[in-house]
T-cell receptor, first 114, second 110 residues
Framework: GAVVSQHPSRVICKSGTSVKIECRSLDFQATTMFWYRQFPKKSLMLMATSNEGSKATYEQGVEKDKFLINHASLTLSTLTVTSAHPEDSSFYIC??????????FGSGTRLTVV | TQLLEQSPQFLSIQEGENLTVYCNSSSVFSSLQWYRQEPGEGPVLLVTVVTGGEVKKLKRLTFQFGDARKDSSLHITAAQPGDTGLYLCAGSNTGNQFYFGTGTSLTVIP
């Protein structure tokens, strides 16, 4: 089956620093990956759609300069939270769509900004 | 923008009881999926429904897709503590966009 690996699973950073989260499709190529943000006991909010070789498509209200997305290859998309602040603390999840398996999700990254 | 509204938002029941979770939208979806998520992990796919009126069963879980492909329901029979988790419906349209419902947090008390 399709597997998506997300790293790191947990990260604590100081306010003002940047954090990079990686999302890899391990056994399939993903031309499109998605990034979500989730608050405790709440649903996943789509942040952006990451397209290989082109600019990401951001959802309304998501700051492009705050959440930088790069999809440099068919198996890797990265989300960089720039100049992180405590309000950016959240659970971030990526997913990738693979033709026969539908949407597969990473295990998520718990970001805490102190 | 949440296109899919789930109800109830929170549900706490005793082991052995039955329950139904609803997922409603004003939009038509080409397919709809149900996921279960545990704290600190990504969602795990339970089922995909694509045909209006379709009913799928997964052990004690029964999923139904509305005739108009705008809504869906998840029914759990004889709930067990292991069913505890966040249940999410998610819809996909022809534009390759994929949106989650508002979520239902289920707690099954032993």
């Amino acid at each position: 089956g399709a597997v998506v690996s997300q790293h790191p699973s947990r990260v604590i950073c100081k306010s003002g620093t940047s954090v990079k989260i990686e999302c890899r499709s391990l056994d399939f190529q993903a031309t499109t990956m998605f990034w979500y943000r989730q608050f405790p006991k709440k649903s996943l909010m789509l942040m952006a759609t990451s397209n290989e070789g082109s600019k990401a498509t951001y959802e309304q209200g998501v700051e492009k300069d705050k959440f930088l997305i790069n999809h440099a290859s068919l198996t890797l998309s990265t989300l960089t939270v720039t100049s992180a602040h405590p309000e950016d603390s959240s659970f971030y999840i990526c997913s990738a769509r693979q033709h026969h398996y539908g949407y597969t999700f990473g295990s998520g990254t718990r970001l805490t900004v102190v | 923008t949440q296109l899919l509204e789930q109800s109830p938002q929170f549900l706490s029941i005793q082991e052995g009881e039955n329950l139904t979770v609803y997922c409603n939208s004003s939009s038509v979806f080409s397919s709809l999926q149900w996921y279960r998520q545990e704290p600190g992990e990504g969602p795990v796919l339970l089922v995909t429904v694509v045909t209006g009126g379709e009913v799928k069963k997964l052990k004690r879980l029964t999923f139904q897709f509305g005739d108009a492909r705008k809504d869906s329901s998840l029914h759990i029979t004889a709930a067990q503590p292991g069913d505890t988790g966040l249940y999410l419906c998610a819809g996909s349209n022809t534009g390759n966009q994929f949106y989650f419902g508002t979520g239902t947090s289920l707690t099954v008390i032993p």
